[in-house]
């Protein structure tokens, strides 16, 4: 059995409970990945407060992890057992649910294309605070058609995203000139990120704002307000759903280790970093705590969760024979309830 934190009803943080689950058998092209960190993002607590997709109960939230590969099933051909691997697991079958638990637990089996090798300059706090908002930062820039030379506005310079948002446009995108949006106290840190320009939106409103950009990326669904520094005829991205302006493109994400292998120059490089918020890496056992501070909306950078129950890496005698798992550390056995 592995310990996890899930739900069984929607609601507050306080939903959220420690039990046990089994640890589940990696099937053809699966890992199964022991996590060292997660990270959490805005979708696990809106996922959780109300139906944003079918689910069935008890949920397991979590969608970012970084880890180490201690089993795999047939057919898996780019990892090995004992590879350090980060990824995001959202992976939706027919019905539109989520194939597999999430990450807030101790192992998972996911799909191998989801994952990618965890670039050795990066910790394990630092990989899995990446995935999901890098493959969104990501996507808004190829929905947008954006080319090299051209300057961005980025709503939202702080946040998950936005971080990334700034570091791709800088080091990866090409862009001539990047304007970010935070909060007074963290002015220095987005311009550290690479913007050429902060504006600090409690002291400066769009209309205040002379210049108009090629590309208007806006993490924090306000297009309704910032649409006004996009240039006539230039791309509004708003990652928020429903977008706030008739002008602006709702743009998602695509999960797959592939994007995240693509980025491996740039991470190795230190051209893109993760940022983890200076309140964290929060522990396993404060995971409840890690999402009353997302839930602020005041984040800088990523959540990031660490200190997982058990951090030995179990052998294996064969490639896919979890049987030899070992039973749950001491200390899990405790009164909390068994889920399954
Ligand atoms: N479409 C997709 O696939 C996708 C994927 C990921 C995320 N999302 C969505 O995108 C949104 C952002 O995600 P995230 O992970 O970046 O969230 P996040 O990390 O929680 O964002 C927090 C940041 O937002 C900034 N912020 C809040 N109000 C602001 C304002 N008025 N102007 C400028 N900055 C402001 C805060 O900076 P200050 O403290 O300085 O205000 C804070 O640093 C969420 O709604 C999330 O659900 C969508």
């Given at each position: 059995?592995?310990k996890?934190?899930?739900y069984?009803?929607y609601?507050?943080?306080e939903?959220?409970?420690?039990?046990?689950f089994p640890?589940p058998?990696?099937q053809?092209?699966?890992?199964?990945?022991q996590?060292?960190?997660?990270?959490l993002n805005?979708?696990?607590?809106?996922r959780?407060?109300?139906?944003?997709f079918?689910s069935?109960?008890?949920?397991?939230?979590?969608?970012?992890?970084?880890?180490i590969?201690?089993a795999k099933?047939?057919g898996?051909?780019?990892?090995?057992?004992?590879?350090?691997?980060?990824?995001?697991?959202q992976d939706f079958n027919?019905?539109?649910?989520l194939k597999?638990?999430?990450?807030l637990?101790e192992?998972?089996?996911?799909?191998?294309?989801?994952?990618?090798?965890k670039?050795?300059?990066?910790?394990?706090e630092?990989?899995?605070?990446l995935?999901?908002a890098?493959?969104?930062?990501?996507?808004?820039?190829?929905t947008?058609g954006?080319?090299?030379?051209?300057?961005i506005?980025?709503?939202?310079?702080?946040?998950?995203?936005g971080?990334?948002?700034?570091?791709l446009?800088?080091h990866?995108?090409?862009?001539?000139?990047v304007?970010?949006?935070?909060?007074?106290?963290k002015v220095?840190?987005?311009?550290n990120l690479?913007?050429?320009?902060?504006?600090?939106?409690?002291?400066?409103t769009?209309e205040?704002?002379?210049?108009?950009?090629?590309?208007?990326?806006?993490?924090?669904?306000d297009c309704?307000?910032s649409?006004?520094?996009?240039?006539?005829?230039a791309p509004?991205?708003?990652i928020?759903?429903p977008?706030?302006?008739?002008?602006?493109?709702?743009?998602?994400?695509?999960?797959?280790?592939?994007?995240?292998?693509?980025?491996?120059?740039?991470?190795?490089?230190?051209?893109l970093k993760?940022?983890?918020?200076?309140?964290?890496?929060?522990?396993f056992?404060?995971?409840?705590?890690a999402?009353?501070h997302?839930?602020t909306?005041?984040?800088?950078?990523k959540v990031?969760i660490?200190?997982f129950?058990?951090?030995h890496?179990?052998s294996f005698?064969?490639?896919?024979?979890?049987?030899?798992?070992?039973?749950?550390p001491?200390?899990?056995?405790?009164?909390e309830?068994?889920?399954?």
């Amino acid at each position: 059995m592995q310990k996890a934190w899930f739900y069984e009803e929607y609601g507050p943080k306080e939903v959220l409970k420690l039990g046990y689950f089994p640890i589940p058998t990696p099937q053809h092209n699966q890992l199964l990945i022991q996590f060292r960190a997660a990270a959490l993002n805005p979708i696990d607590c809106k996922r959780r407060q109300r139906p944003i997709f079918p689910s069935d109960f008890p949920v397991v939230p979590g969608c970012d992890m970084a880890g180490i590969v201690v089993a795999k099933g047939s057919g898996v051909t780019k990892f090995n057992i004992g590879d350090e691997v980060y990824g995001n697991i959202q992976d939706f079958n027919a019905e539109g649910k989520l194939k597999q638990l999430g990450t807030l637990a101790e192992f998972i089996v996911v799909e191998e294309s989801l994952v990618a090798t965890k670039p050795n300059n990066l910790s394990f706090e630092e990989a899995a605070s990446l995935p999901l908002a890098v493959q969104t930062a990501i996507e808004g820039f190829e929905t947008a058609g954006f080319k090299a030379g051209q300057n961005i506005f980025v709503v939202g310079g702080a946040g998950g995203v936005g971080t990334l948002v700034i570091q791709l446009a800088k080091h990866l995108y090409g862009a001539s000139y990047v304007v970010a949006t935070t909060s007074t106290p963290k002015v220095e840190f987005v311009k550290n990120l690479g913007a050429d320009k902060v504006i600090d939106y409690t002291k400066t409103t769009y209309e205040e704002i002379d210049e108009k950009y090629d590309f208007l990326y806006d993490t924090i669904g306000d297009c309704k307000n910032s649409f006004v520094v996009a240039k006539e005829d230039a791309p509004i991205i708003d990652i928020t759903w429903p977008p706030s302006h008739p002008r602006a493109v709702y743009s998602s994400l695509t999960v797959s280790g592939e994007n995240l292998e693509k980025l491996r120059p740039y991470l190795e490089t230190g051209k893109l970093k993760s940022e983890i918020d200076p309140t964290g890496p929060y522990k396993f056992t404060d995971v409840i705590e890690a999402f009353r501070h997302l839930e602020t909306g005041r984040a800088r950078g990523k959540v990031v969760i660490t200190g997982f129950p058990s951090q030995h890496i179990p052998s294996f005698k064969s490639s896919d024979n979890i049987n030899s798992l070992p039973p749950p550390p001491h200390e899990m056995v405790s009164q909390e309830m068994s889920v399954y």
